[in-house]
T-cell receptor
């Protein structure tokens, strides 16, 4: 399977600060990356679809000005949580889409656990 | 009706048992299907894609029934390390587009 990395794996920040999370596809070119968040014992929730070289597509209810996404290259997408608040504390996971045997499989990064104090 | 439905479980089975999970999807035009496993506080990991002809990978067998809009995963000779949540995932378009996730089925394999 493909490898997707995320950095940082864990971050604790104060309320009001911004946090940037990086997602990299290490061994394939990902024209599309996805950002999810997951609360404890809940399903993954898609936040946005990130396409290389164009604006991200946000899901309903996700504030684009709060969750800034940049997909500047075929191997890197970043999510910036601006002016973070305690309710933004969550597990953020990215995935990258690659074509394999006729299926666009998605490979997930290891996730970033954000705690806002 | 949910787009992808799974029995949340938990399924508690002894080591060595065979266990089967089922999943139904509502969009008959869906193109690609997958099983992922997710361990507690970890990211989902692709277990296998599900093809129309069915596929097998070691102890794991996946089947797709397009007519019934039904996907299954069979695990033979369960190991303790198989304990996880198994996510049924559908790609409606078959392209690099967003996936639709089931809520997952929790499996606990015991001694």
């Amino acid at each position: 399977g493909a490898v997707v990395s995320q950095h940082p794996s864990r971050v604790i920040c104060k309320s009001g600060t911004s946090v940037k999370i990086e997602c990299r596809s290490l061994d394939f070119q990902a024209t599309t990356m996805f950002w999810y968040r997951q609360f404890p014992k809940k399903s993954l929730m898609l936040m946005a679809t990130s396409n290389e070289g164009s604006k991200a597509t946000y899901e309903q209810g996700v504030e684009k000005d709060k969750f800034l996404i940049n997909h500047a290259s075929l191997t890197l997408s970043t999510l910036t949580v601006t002016s973070a608040h305690p309710e933004d504390s969550s597990f953020y996971i990215c995935s990258a889409s690659g074509f394999d045997r006729g299926n666009f499989e998605q490979y997930f990064g290891p996730g970033t656990r954000l705690t806002v104090t | 009706r949910k787009e992808v439905e799974q029995d949340p479980g938990p399924f508690n089975v002894p080591e060595g048992a065979t266990v089967a999970f089922n999943c139904t999807y509502s969009n008959s035009a869906s193109q690609s299907f997958f099983w992922y496993r997710q361990d507690c506080r970890k990211e989902p990991k692709l277990l296998m894609s599900v093809y129309s002809s069915g596929n097998e990978d070691g102890r794991f067998t996946a089947q797709l029934n397009r007519a019934s809009q039904y996907i299954s995963l069979l695990i033979r000779d369960s190991k303790l390390s198989d304990s996880a949540t198994y996510l049924c995932v559908v790609n409606p378009s078959g392209t690099a587009s967003k996936l639709t996730f089931g809520t997952g089925t929790r499996l606990q394999v015991t001694l």
